[in-house]
């Protein structure tokens, strides 16, 4: 997308999460914030397409406000055989998740999208996360807590919901919202110096 004697456009995340905001600043990458702020409908089946669809109507979105921008977008969700959880909008769906999850394996998938002058770049991270098995004053708990009311699945596992988790197979980013590894990949294709590298 640039070769190493162009200077890369200026980098852009489209998402208001503060979660992604302080891991993409990790990588030492400069950049600036501009929420997407789209209807996140996609017309694929395959949770992996969904979440890379949807990552690329964020860059999309972004970049018709943004020309010559390079924008950065990404989209988590978690599915329990094949069937997609979204945030939950209550407390007692939220319940209703934690139950199904319960003592069980799900896929999450997040698909990331790099949109730039030189065209459109985006991957898919899956991460296999297992629950222990919950007991009901467990499952009420945490839902109380509200953390999971704004999250893919209905927990975070880099709070409260750690606790949740018995198992992890793959990149522990990608549960946060944001797999650096493929992150990192499409920013360096780009030009775009990470880590101290380009």
Do not use: C
């Not at 950049?31 to 979440?51: G, K, L, M, N, Y």
């Not at 549960?175 to 294709?189: E, T």
């Amino acid at each position: 997308m640039a070769d190493q004697h162009t200077r890369p456009a200026e980098l852009i995340l489209a998402s208001g999460s503060p979660r992604r905001r302080e891991l993409l600043s990790s990588l030492g990458a400069a950049f600036r914030v501009v929420s997407a702020d789209i209807e996140e409908v996609s017309t694929h089946q395959d949770p992996a397409e969904v979440a890379r669809d949807l990552a690329e109507q964020k860059a999309r979105a972004v970049a018709r406000r943004e020309p010559g921008a390079l924008v950065l977008a990404s989209d988590t969700l978690v599915a329990l055989d094949a069937q997609i959880l979204g945030k939950p909008p209550s407390e007692a769906e939220n319940a209703e998740y934690l139950r199904r999850l319960s003592g069980r394996t799900h896929s999450v998938y997040s698909g990331v999208a790099l949109l730039g002058p030189g065209g459109l770049a985006s991957g898919v991270e899956h991460t296999l996360v297992t629950f222990r098995a919950l007991d009901e004053s467990e499952v009420l708990y945490y839902a109380r807590s509200g953390e999971g009311l704004d999250k893919a699945g209905g927990y975070g596992i880099q709070g409260l919901g750690s606790a949740l988790i018995s198992r992890i197979e793959g990149e522990y980013s990608n549960v946060v919202g944001f797999p650096l590894g493929l992150v990192i990949r499409l920013l360096r294709a780009a030009g775009v110096s990470v880590w101290g590298q380009t």
